[in-house]
């Protein structure tokens, strides 16, 4: 099968739909499909052979986080191109509804189309500034996913259907398999947390105040930090900051073993979750997982049977939680245990043949386009003016 997906986020920036879709695009590959992958990205980026960059993408905010997208004149005449020259079976993009490729790439096809709806977040600005095209996007959509239950209600309650629930993906293996940093986890006990932890919903600022309260009484204790922020941006209490090894932005190889060197995995994140990519990584890593008491969390965790849930916000009770565990090495294994047989289910192989199920179903159910169809193609009026990007 030829297939094409679509990546509305720069991919050259570290981010859950980011990695999902080349998880996606890999096992795809991996199972004898051909698969071209398009997506904003610098030309001089380091990218897999699958990878198509559309150029240059403009950072704007967008669902509390900071996203780089693509969208005007520029980018719809490269989509145009990408689809005239892959000849696709099926096209897949995600986060169609997002003012970028994806958004394009949908308007321009001309044959099944499979869209993954990812985000927790409701209506925006951005939607409703893009509301004429939005309604042309969402017609034309054969085949929907959502990455979670909290996903699919958006689109019941926000954008006028469901959609079948597929989770996002994790390489097990990869995980399972990784080797620790030297010397790490060590004996006073570490934990863990990866992401970008100057934005507040990401909840770092609630873990740093628990570990004020309870680095005193451990010694040893330790926190291993990685992601693109800067650390500089942060306000770090003496005794946790020394404490501190800070890894910086890290590949996927050392993502995992970072996940394999801490006794605990800690994600104290507030909101506008619809999954959480990175509990599934530190389960498959056999690393237990504390997180805030979120419904995506829960769902993930198996209601707290696989990884400690903790009220959101409460740094107390983190502290606490964290004090518990690390005194408690049947408890981290009982937790770990668990995660492990309910990860199976997240491993990307098995996810991916369920998305190789919605394709089939998005062709077999696919008419051949009518002339007002393909009329919506030509949608030139809803662009933004000649030379930007956004």
Known sequence: MRIGIVCP???????????????LAETLIGLGHSVSVLAPAEEEAELPDYVVPAGRAVAVPYNGSVARLSFGPISLARVRRWLSTGRFDVLHVHEPVTPSLSLLAVMLADGPVVATFHTAMGRSKAMAAAQPALQLVLERITGRI????????????????????????????????????????GEGGAVGFLGRFTEPRKGFA????ALDRIVADRPGLRLLLAGPSDLAEVALPDRVRERL????????????RMLRSVDLYIAPNTGGESFGMILTEAMAAGTPVVAADLDAFRRVLDGGQAGALFPNGDSAALARTISTLLDDPAARRRLADRAGAVVGEFDWPVVARRVLEVY????????????????????????PGEGVEL
């Open 245 to 256: 090894t800070f890894l910086g932005k890290v590949s996927e190889a050392d993502k995992a």
């Open 360 to 383: 089939a179903t998005a062709i077999d159910a696919s008419p051949d386009l009518s002339e007002s169809a393909r009329a919506s193609r030509d949608f030139d009026e809803y662009m």
């Open 146 to 185: 959502a990455v979670s239950d909290l996903a699919r209600r958006v689109q019941v309650e926000h954008l006028g259907g469901g959609g079948v629930e597929i989770p996002n993906g994790v390489a097990v293996a990869k995980f399972a398999h990784a080797e620790p940093l030297p010397g790490w986890p």
């Open 9 to 23: 986020y720069s991919l050259d920036v570290p981010g859950g739909v980011q990695l999902h879709v080349r998880d």
């Open 206 to 209: 609630i873990l740093v105040d």
